[in-house]
Nanobody, 123 residues
Framework: QVQLVESGGGLVQAGGSLRLSCAAS????????MAWFRQAPGKEREFVAG????????YYADSVKGRFTISRDNAKNTGFLQMNSLKTEDTAVYYC????????????????WGQGTQVTVSS
């Protein structure tokens, strides 16, 4: 069993940066792939970025490539999403998820989810 808790969301101006954290409980976190998804009001949840359990491979949605960086520290059971050059369209609730997945972008591939953290980017 893995429990995930996100933090680090908030209000930021366009062009600014935020760093989200995902703290995991459970010793098996390091064996799971991890991803960040987001959901804006009235829209479906969408994949943002993913990282393999080893930290070696990462994968990004085209909309955030070059601006966001996903990472993890398995020794501390924590994942991160560094978000730079934020845009108003990045406004959403951001969720971290963990699972053993072959298809990064499919939410149902992930077994565990956090409660989400709000990111609001103002113009």
């Amino acid at each position: 069993q893995v429990q995930l808790v996100e933090s680090g969301g908030g209000l930021v101006q366009a062009g600014g940066s935020l760093r989200l954290s995902c703290a995991a409980s459970g010793r098996t976190f390091r064996t799971y792939d991890m991803a960040w998804f987001r959901q804006a009001p009235g829209k479906e949840r969408e994949f943002v970025a993913g990282i393999r359990w080893s930290g070696v491979s990462t994968y990004y949605a085209d909309s955030v490539k070059g601006r966001f960086t996903i990472s993890r520290d398995n020794a501390k059971n924590t994942g991160f999403l560094q978000m730079n050059s934020l845009k108003t369209e990045d406004t959403a609730v951001y969720y971290c998820a963990a699972g053993r997945t072959a298809r990064w972008t499919i939410a149902t591939e992930y077994n565990y989810w956090g409660q989400g953290t709000q990111v609001t980017v103002s113009s």
